[in-house]
Nanobody, 126 residues
């Protein structure tokens, strides 16, 4: 069992940067593949980025590739999403997700995660 708590969202202008954090409770954080998803008003939740338990493998949605960076600090039980060059279309509630993977080398792009946070809102204005 793991609980996730996102933070770092807010209101920014286009071109600005934000860093989201997701703190996980429980043990063996490195045995969880982590993901970030987002849901804009009136739209379905979509994949943003994922990182393996070891941190050695990452994968991004095409819409954020080159602008967003996912990383993790297993000693702090925290995963991050650095968001640069933000656009109004990045406006959404951002969710952190976790799924058990003791291999440490798996990534998941679909919503097949067992654990989800409550989300943190990000609003990007022109």
């Amino acid at each position: 069992q793991v609980q996730l708590l996102e933070s770092g969202g807010g209101l920014v202008q286009a071109g600005d940067s934000l860093r989201l954090s997701c703190a996980a409770s429980g043990r063996r954080f490195s045995s969880y593949v982590m993901g970030w998803f987002r849901q804009a008003p009136g739209k379905e939740r979509e994949f943003v980025a994922t990182i393996s338990g070891s941190g050695g493998i990452t994968y991004y949605a095409d819409s954020v590739k080159g602008r967003f960076t996912i990383s993790r600090d297993n000693a702090k039980n925290t995963v991050y999403l650095q968001m640069n060059c933000l656009k109004p279309e990045d406006t959404a509630v951002y969710y952190c997700a976790a799924d058990w993977d003791p291999t440490g080398w798996r990534v998941i792009m679909k919503s097949d995660y067992d654990y989800w946070g409550q989300g943190t809102p990000v609003t990007v204005s022109l």
